[in-house]
T-cell receptor, first 117, second 116 residues
Framework: AQKITQTQPGMFVQEKEAVTLDCTYD???????LFWYKQPSSGEMIFLIY??????QNATEGRYSLNFQKARKSANLVISASQLGDSAMYFC??????????????FGKGITLSVRP | DTEVTQTPKHLVMGMTNKKSLKCEQH?????MYWYKQKAKKPPELMFV???????INESVPSRFSPECPNSSLLNLHLHALQPEDSALYLC???????????????FGQGTRLTVV
């Protein structure tokens, strides 16, 4: 079974509007971390935001916020006031605690976001 | 300095060549990673080094040989590759393994490898 699921097809958003990118995850570990990365065409993976499984509040970083619904096992990324530079591929990822010293990130398939002027 | 630097940015090599990819970070991170990424796909973990020791090898073929000469450097030696090995190779680093869950990984810009 997939641990991280990103099922949206390519997403389009008008400049200055908000957009939500969906991510659901599957784990039986009570302790885990969820990450969102942005990958523009240049190739670099850019860290955007982190949510821990025990965090009481939804994470926010500037224009990025994470809508964390633990019972639903979803961790959707919300980008407010979209900019042309937000056009990129977005990956949701998870790190589980049970991997301990072998901790590693598991990535979803990614979502392509295109911002229209 | 929050950069992970990878060289070269682009590499074309023949199937009989031997080449190396290099990765460097000066953030004091003790975990370093190699990922392989095909177009429009997520990165796939290849190797993890923790405190300069190989911690994870995701059943990668022996034509890929990692090396961690010191805590700042990570190499990937390539030999007798196949055309299907053409991909973006990403290096990443993080503080260390098994520590706080929010240890994000910092990625380099990658090396775009083409095997002909």
């Amino acid at each position: 079974a997939q641990k991280i699921t990103q099922t949206q097809p390519g997403m389009f958003v008008q400049e200055k509007e908000a957009v939500t990118l969906d991510c659901t995850y599957d784990t039986s570990d009570p302790s885990y971390g969820l990450f969102w990365y942005k990958q523009p065409s240049s190739g670099e993976m850019i860290f955007l935001i982190y949510q821990g499984s025990y965090d009481q509040q939804n994470a926010t970083e500037g224009r990025y916020s994470l809508n964390f619904q633990k019972a639903r096992k979803s961790a959707n990324l919300v980008i407010s006031a979209s900019q042309l530079g937000d056009s990129a591929m977005y990956f949701c990822a998870m790190r589980e605690d049970n991997t301990g010293a072998n901790s590693k990130l598991t990535f979803g398939k990614g979502i392509t976001l295109s911002v229209r002027p | 300095d929050t950069e992970v630097t990878q060289t070269p940015k682009h590499l074309v090599m023949g199937m009989t060549n031997k080449k190396s990819l290099k990765c460097e970070q000066h953030m004091g991170h003790r975990a370093m990673y190699w990922y392989k990424q095909k177009a429009k796909k997520p990165p796939e973990l290849m190797f993890v080094y923790s405190y300069e020791k190989l911690s994870i090898n995701e059943s990668v073929p022996s034509r890929f040989s990692p090396e961690c000469p010191n805590s700042s450097l990570l190499n990937l030696h390539l030999h007798a590759l196949q055309p299907e090995d053409s991909a973006l190779y990403l290096c990443a680093s993080s503080q260390d393994l098994g520590s706080a869950m929010n240890t994000e990984a910092f990625f380099g810009q990658g090396t775009r490898l083409t095997v002909v």
